[in-house]
């Protein structure tokens, strides 16, 4: 009983800690104030004037690329990076160890040296700039996130299902399907997840891959503005409602899925 | 394999750009003379053994508190578990910036000081959740007929635990070093607003060089710092193979 | 092979050379401009000179990040607003392209731009290419200390002095800008030196000399302990929310300041020491990989007219390099008590204009800021210094 109570606690402090300063941003939302902290007053503005951007340096449309690059980095990063978790493993041990290596250099370079080499790669290729290189770019410092996320679970596998399978008269492709696929979701969702985490708050290797067509993301968008003004203050509501939409959705989906079970 | 090629072109490629520029100075030609600058010059040595030293507090932080909490959300429910495991990384979904911001304004809200704790409290925030994750993942998958296994030969709850559950989560502690230890250097925005700048870190040098226009002296240091990481790397990975196999002979 | 047929489509959908001469793409700050010219813009040129353009536009937020796409990634902006000394560096750098100033019916609005920062435009030239044909300058400003008037007397700030003053410690910040920094610590460093007239205050803030960088390192590294931090944007927040005293700011950030500290109840002013300072000014350029030079010549005159000025004044908060007298009487306050000698500026007859005193600074405050160059050569010398001064975390 003690130690329910202690675990639920340690939790709930935890939690409350990583919280803490997204209640101050929730909080602050409903203030005019340009500065993060000042109070002047309860206000609802800021809520409406999140939609007045511009055509040209918008914070609804930087939201949108964030949205869409995020997806489809995490999407392709994941597919990837569950093709390598895959060969990774049937590889010789030599072999295996300096594949993972270099998959773990992106990881552990700091993001500005990956952000100008992959710059300088791609002026030096002469490929123009723009949508597809953040898109690879962000692929490339996702993918190796997937597979340090699928890998450790394909080792936890017992190989001898996918054998039993081919044994049985499945083709590799079915057995693929049907015994390593489910297996490997938990991983390859958390991989997911975690690839999309990263893509939507990266900064630096954005910057550098965004060419000259006036794309931008939400971090490019936050930082250009943050250099001049200070943080735009549409950012609080913004925020605010972001967290509090996907906090819904979880709840809907986590009670949907209670009722399945039923 | 396709993913090879992938890699190769993407990492290696750029990796091998980045040499180019360490080795050369402004005006294209060989020299060492970048590599020298860094022992020449103490402040980024010392910056470097500083940022060092952060990072091995806020991943030893990380480790002795996230390891409990994945430990007690791979005991839970597997529904409610996974509910907190994205609750856990939910923050993580709000800007980088406004997020470090915000807890600044925490700080001035209860009258702390900024400074090296509140750098290390923004560090261990900021990549908690990065340790819980590859732990929560390993200690959920861990076979449970393993720790009956010793439940059945005697040993106590600490037993099992000391014996069982945590060598075999070895891999997972290892997965989330990894994803803390190296970006804690690097990251900049963090020091700058939480120290207001007084306190440097490694990744901000970095970032200054690049910025400034210095780009080969940026190189040579970021190339030292992949030397670093490689070799750690290389005694991480001798270790992870070991401790997995003893977890497999059990 | 995938990757081959991915980059091969890619670049089949490059723009032509045709549909990218009807392109004006521009590289500028955050919040800078009127983003409603922009749309604006496209109408004008049409009745001007019966072209189409498109306006791509695209913000930086530091403009070393801009120097490096130009410089290294040979990005194709037409049109880029960077801060002098990075044009002077431009300029030396060969990356830049001259600024068509054949308009045609349209005329020049271009003389527009007060003579004052032409003059001193001049300070950038380099042998063959004289610095009015290749920038025109968009806003400028002053350096100087935004305070607590609460906290700290008027007087105080009179001189830099005040930033070395221990009673301050701890509730002060300062810019993490070498370039400004430097100027400051220079200017106060050598003020004995510039009162009993032996050098100027340009010399000791753009010869660079060893002996100067070395004063200079002196300077900062007695400042050090008494500030609380240095600052790369966020100061004027931590200063409108009282918790430090006084701040290195530029003009156009002290207005902004000013403003939102009143909201919350704080009062704030801004002076310029009378050991002296720094005059900056951003100047649009047009840079070398730029691929319609006419569009965005027109462009720039389309920015010195006095009513579109105005209105990127507004926006900005900073102050226009435009000078005629519709600016004048726009910005004229009869609220204001004081009086400032503006005739620098506007020309003749402006001696006593009642007018928004940081903004618009007195002469006598001009006589004593100068304009900042490049580093130059001496650029990695100076950054050592600075480096040792910000320190290794140890002391």
């Known amino acids: ?262 | ?250 | 092979m995938l990757l081959a047929t991915v980059f091969s489509t890619f670049n089949a959908c490059k723009q032509s050379d045709e549909s990218r001469k009807k392109v004006l793409k521009i590289y500028n700050w955050s919040d800078y401009i009127d983003e409603d010219l922009l749309k604006e813009f496209p109408v004008w040129y049409k009745e001007q000179t019966g072209e189409d353009v498109k306006i791509v536009y695209q913000v930086f937020d530091m403009p070393e990040v801009m120097y490096t796409k130009i410089a290294m990634g040979k990005e194709d902006f037409d049109l880029t607003c960077p801060t002098q000394y990075v044009i002077e560096k431009m300029l030396k750098n060969d990356l830049l392209l001259p600024i068509d100033r054949n308009f045609g019916k349209t005329g020049s609005f271009l003389e527009n731009i007060s003579p004052f920062l032409r003059t001193r435009m001049d300070a950038f030239s380099v042998p063959g290419k004289k610095a009015e044909d290749f920038m025109v300058p968009y806003m400028w400003g002053t350096s100087g200390i935004l305070y607590n008037t609460n906290k700290v007397s008027k007087d105080e700030v009179q001189s830099w002095a005040c930033l070395w003053d221990p009673k301050n410690k701890g509730k002060i910040l300062m810019k993490d800008h070498y370039w400004d920094v430097y100027n400051m610590a220079a200017t106060y460093g050598f003020y004995d030196q510039i009162s009993s007239g032996k050098r100027t205050r340009y010399t000791v803030s753009n010869d660079h000399t060893d002996a100067d960088i070395d004063m200079v390192e002196k300077q900062l590294k007695a400042l050090k302990p008494n500030l609380a931090g240095w600052e790369a944007d966020f100061g004027k927040e931590m200063m409108t929310k009282g918790e430090v005293w006084m701040d290195y700011a530029w003009s156009g950030d002290a207005v902004w300041s000013i403003d939102e500290a009143k909201k919350v109840g704080v009062s704030l002013a801004y002076e310029v020491p009378k050991e002296g300072s720094n005059i900056w000014f951003d100047g649009w350029v047009i840079p070398k990989y730029a691929r319609n030079v006419k569009a965005a010549s027109y462009f720039l005159n389309y920015l010195c007219q006095a009513k579109i000025a105005l209105r990127n004044m507004n926006i900005s908060g900073y102050c226009s390099a435009v000078a005629t007298p519709e600016i004048i009487e726009a910005q004229s306050d009869s609220t204001i008590t004081e009086t400032s000698n503006l005739s620098y500026f506007f020309g003749p007859g402006n001696g006593k204009l009642h007018i928004n005193g940081i903004q618009y600074p007195d002469s006598t405050i001009v006589d004593r800021c100068v304009l900042l160059h490049d580093f130059m050569d001496k650029n990695d010398k100076v950054l050592e210094m600075w480096s040792r001064v910000k320190g290794n975390n140890v002391n």
């Open chain 1, 1 to 262: 009983m003690i130690k329910r109570i202690l675990s639920s606690s340690y939790l709930g402090i935890l939690l409350l800690m990583l919280y803490a300063p997204i209640l101050i941003i929730i909080i602050f939302s409903f203030t005019e104030a340009k500065v993060l902290g000042n109070w002047t007053g309860f206000s609802l503005k800021l809520y409406t004037s999140i939609f007045h951007g511009g055509i040209h340096h918008s914070l609804t449309s930087a939201l949108w690329n964030t949205l869409i690059i995020g997806l489809i980095a995490a999407f392709a990063a994941t597919v990837l990076g569950t093709m390598a978790a895959i060969g990774i493993y049937n590889l010789m041990p030599r072999t295996q160890k300096a594949m993972q290596m270099v998959n773990t250099i992106p990881i552990l370079n700091p993001d500005i040296i990956t952000a100008i080499s992959l710059f300088l790669l791609f002026v030096s290729l002469g490929i123009s700039q723009g949508y597809t290189t953040v898109i690879l770019a962000h692929i490339t410092f996702c993918t190796p996130y997937v597979v340090l996320s699928v890998l450790p679970r394909l080792r936890r596998m017992n190989p001898n299902l996918y054998e039993a399978a081919l044994d049985l008269g499945a083709t590799p492709l079915v057995a693929a399907w049907r015994i390593l696929l489910p297996e490997l979701k938990p991983g390859m969702i958390s991989g997911f997840i975690l690839a999309f985490t990263l893509s939507i708050d990266d900064f630096v290797v954005t910057l550098f891959t965004i060419g000259n067509e006036g794309l931008e993301t939400l971090s490019t968008y936050i930082y250009a503005d943050a250099r001049r003004g200070g943080l735009t203050p549409e950012l609080r509501p913004l925020s605010a409602i972001i967290f509090i939409t996907v906090l819904l959705l979880l709840l809907i989906i986590n009670q949907r899925a209670a009722k399945k079970k039923l």
């Open chain 2, 1 to 250: 394999m396709p993913y090879a090629l992938f890699l190769v072109f993407f990492v290696l490629v750029p990796m091998a750009l980045i040499v180019f520029y360490a080795f050369t100075n402004t005006d294209g030609q060989f020299t060492f003379a970048n590599i020298q600058k860094f022992w020449v010059h103490p402040e980024a040595m010392n910056t470097f053994i500083y940022s060092v030293v952060v990072a091995l507090i806020t991943t030893v932080l990380c480790i002795i508190i996230g390891y409990p909490a994945a430990y007690i959300l791979s005991k839970m429910e597997s529904r409610k578990a996974k509910l907190l495991v994205i609750l856990f990384i939910l923050p993580m979904w709000i800007n980088f910036l406004i997020r470090t911001l915000a807890t600044v304004a925490l700080f001035d809200f209860f009258k702390i000081p900024l400074g090296e704790g509140a750098l290390i409290f923004g560090m261990v925030y900021n990549f908690l959740p990065f340790m819980i994750y590859p732990i929560y993942n390993i200690l959920q998958k861990t076979d449970q007929s393993l720790i009956e296994a010793a439940q059945d030969l005697g040993a106590n709850p600490t037993q099992v635990f000391l014996k069982t559950v945590f060598p075999l989560s070895i891999p997972g502690i290892a997965s989330g070093i990894i994803m803390v230890f190296m970006p804690v250097i690097s990251t900049f925005a963090i020091a700058e607003l939480l120290t207001i700048n007084n306190i440097k870190l490694f990744g901000t040098t970095l970032q200054e060089n690049i910025y400034n226009g210095t780009w080969n002296y940026g190189a040579a240091l970021s190339l030292l710092m992949l030397l670093l990481i490689g070799v750690t790397a290389l005694l991480n990975r001798g270790g992870n193979s070991n401790a997995a196999e003893e977890g497999n002979l059990i």
